[in-house]
Structures are given as C-alpha cells and as structure tokens.
C-alpha cells in the first residue's frame, strides 16, 4: 500500500515563507520522481516542482510560476520531500498535493503521468 502524506500548510501573510513536507512510504523511494502540484478553488490542478529520481539525474524542474521563488529538495534517505516557498502571494493560495511519477523526463510535469498523490494539504496566504 503506498502512502502519501504533505504537512506543513496553514494560513500566512503576503511576502511570508512556508516549508511543506513530504514522506513517501509503501515504495522504492530512489524509484520515482517525487513532487508538488496544487489546485486553487475553481481551477486544474497545475504543476510546481517535481524532483527528479537519481537514475534520471536526480534534478529539480519547475514551473514558471514557482521559479525563482520555490525550492525543491529531495533527502533519499530519511525518504522526505521538502517545498520550500518564499515570498508568497495571494495567488499561491491553493490545495498542495505531494505526488510520485516514473514518467520520462520530457512528461515530468504532466498530471497524466502522476502514480500517487497525497491527501493535500491547505496553503492560504491573505492579510
């Protein structure tokens, strides 16, 4: 059974900083890409950052929307995924689901291509 679990979310201010988290269990971590994708009330579900395994070079990609601001790290032995998210914005507000994908490196950032997700965890940034 795999389990997908993201915690850290909660409610901040403009230009504030949060680090989500996210454990992977029931799989071979080292495996599988393992990433954030999130969904705002009344749109898709979009891309944000995915890691990708070490056997496809084990690098972090990123959507436009996250670069710059958002960093992803991956630790391959305490099994953990952690977004790191500066400088937030009401437009971040949204639903962030940790996700696990084998998909090729040109499909990285495909929600087709996901194998698991997370049960989400809540991300409001207002004043």
């Known amino acids: 059974q795999v389990q997908v679990a993201e915690s850290g979310g909660g409610s901040v201010q403009p230009g504030d900083s949060v680090r989500l988290s996210c454990t992977v269990s029931?799989?071979?971590?080292?495996?599988?890409?393992i990433g954030w994708f999130r969904q705002a009330p009344g749109k898709e579900r979009e891309f944000v950052a995915i890691y990708s395994r070490p056997g496809s070079g084990g690098r972090p990609y990123y959507s436009e929307a996250a670069n710059g601001r958002f960093t992803i790290s991956r630790d391959n032995n305490k099994r953990v995924v952690y977004l790191q998210m500066n400088s937030l914005q009401p437009e971040d507000t949204a639903v962030y689901y940790c996700v696990t994908s084998q998909a090729a490196l040109s499909a990285i950032r495909y929600a087709e291509m996901v194998r698991s997700w997370g049960q989400g965890t809540q991300v409001t940034v207002s004043s």
């Open positions: 029931g799989l071979n971590f080292r495996d599988y890409h």
